[in-house]
C-alpha cells in the first residue's frame, strides 16, 4: 500500500510523498501518520472478520511523510517538488496513461526526480483494456510484424537516452484475500537512473 511503503521509505529519505488516485487508501496513511495505527478488519470466511491493528514501527518518523489524492498522470514537480528517488508501484498497468505516467516523473519543464535521482517501477504487467486503451499499452501485445512487445521493453524504449537502466528484479508478492485463499505474483521491478 501507499502508507506502507511510505513509512520504510522515510527510514532512507527526510521527505516523502505518498500519492494514489484511492482517496480511501491516503485517508488509511494519513490515519496511520497521524496515530502511529489503525484498525482494520481482515475477512477470514465468508462473513467472518478479525478485528487488528496495523501500525508502524516506532522507530520511523511519521512526521516525515506526506501524502496527497492525485492522478499519477497529472503529477508535477510544481505540486510536490522534485526528488532524489520516486517509486511508481502496482499502478502502471493500472493507469490511462502509462507513457504519460512515466514521462512525467523526468519532465524537463517540471521533474519529479532530479537528474541522477532514481526511478524505481514495479508492475505486475496486468494489462487490460478495462483499465487502458490497448494502444496505450507499454507491452503485453504483438507488434504489426509479429513480435512480443513485453513491458520492460516499452519502459526502455520510452526512457532511452534519459534513464540508464540499473538493474530488474522478479519480486514475489502475496496478496491475503482470506483465510485460506492467496494471490501470489511475480513483480517485474525495474530500477533506472536519470541521466538527462
Given at each position: 500500500s501507499v502508507g506502507g511503503a511510505a513509512f520504510e521509505l522515510g527510514n532512507m529519505f527526510r521527505e516523502v510523498v505518498g500519492v494514489d488516485s484511492q482517496e480511501e487508501l491516503i485517508m488509511a496513511a494519513e490515519d496511520v501518520r497521524r496515530d502511529g495505527q489503525r484498525a482494520f478488519e481482515r475477512k477470514e470466511e465468508g462473513g467472518i472478520a478479525s478485528h487488528l491493528l496495523a501500525s508502524t514501527d516506532v522507530t520511523i518518523d511519521r512526521t516525515r511523510c506526506n501524502f496527497h489524492v492525485d492522478d499519477p498522470c497529472s503529477m508535477a514537480a510544481r505540486?510536490?517538488?522534485?526528488?532524489?528517488?520516486?517509486?511508481?508501484?502496482?499502478?502502471?498497468?493500472?493507469?490511462?496513461?502509462?507513457?504519460?505516467?512515466?514521462?512525467r516523473i523526468i519532465d524537463p519543464d517540471s521533474p519529479l526526480v532530479a537528474v541522477g535521482g532514481l526511478v524505481v517501477v514495479a508492475t505486475r504487467t496486468q494489462w487490460s483494456e478495462q483499465r487502458t486503451s490497448r494502444s496505450n499499452w507499454l507491452g503485453g501485445k504483438v507488434g504489426p510484424d509479429g513480435t512480443a512487445q513485453y513491458t520492460l521493453d516499452g519502459i526502455k524504449a520510452l526512457y532511452e537516452g534519459r534513464m540508464e537502466l540499473l538493474a530488474t528484479l522478479d519480486m514475489p508478492l502475496l496478496i491475503r484475500t482470506d483465510a485460506r485463499n492467496f494471490q501470489y505474483s511475480v513483480v517485474e521491478t525495474s530500477v533506472w537512473k536519470r541521466v538527462a
Open positions: 505540486d510536490y517538488g522534485t526528488f532524489d528517488a520516486v517509486v511508481v508501484s502496482d499502478i502502471l498497468d493500472r493507469v490511462h496513461a502509462p507513457a504519460l505516467c512515466l514521462n
